[in-house]
């Protein structure tokens, strides 16, 4: 009786961890979605590519990205040169550019 008692207690916590490790992924798919509207949309986006926790996008104009916006997401730094702005966003930079080329 005592191990089947033990049993349904770990059952009940791999279930839980289960839905905790759910909850807490990311929706890359959503988030690049925003992260295409706050670059301008995907009309203003000429190229994209991604270097370890970087990822580099050209814009036609780079007035009309919100980086407050972009930093909001998650990003950790944003470099503006020229037409092109260099995002840092960790692990989840290669990610979220998968994404972004699907949807481009």
Not at 16 to 45: H, M, P
Not at 68 to 87: F, P, R, S, T, W
């Amino acid at each position: 009786m005592q191990i089947l008692q033990y049993i349904i207690i770990a059952i009940v916590l791999i279930i839980i961890s289960l839905v905790i490790v759910k909850l807490s992924k990311r929706d890359f798919n959503i988030e690049a979605n925003k992260l295409i509207t706050y670059l301008g949309g995907k009309d203003n986006i000429v190229n994209a590519e991604c270097n370890m926790s970087r990822f580099k996008v050209i814009l036609k104009d780079v007035s009309l990205a919100n980086k407050d916006a972009i930093q909001k997401l998650g990003a950790k730094g944003i470099v503006e040169i020229d037409n092109q702005l260099k995002i840092i966003f960790g692990k989840n930079a290669k990610q979220l550019k998968k994404y972004i080329e699907e949807i481009l």
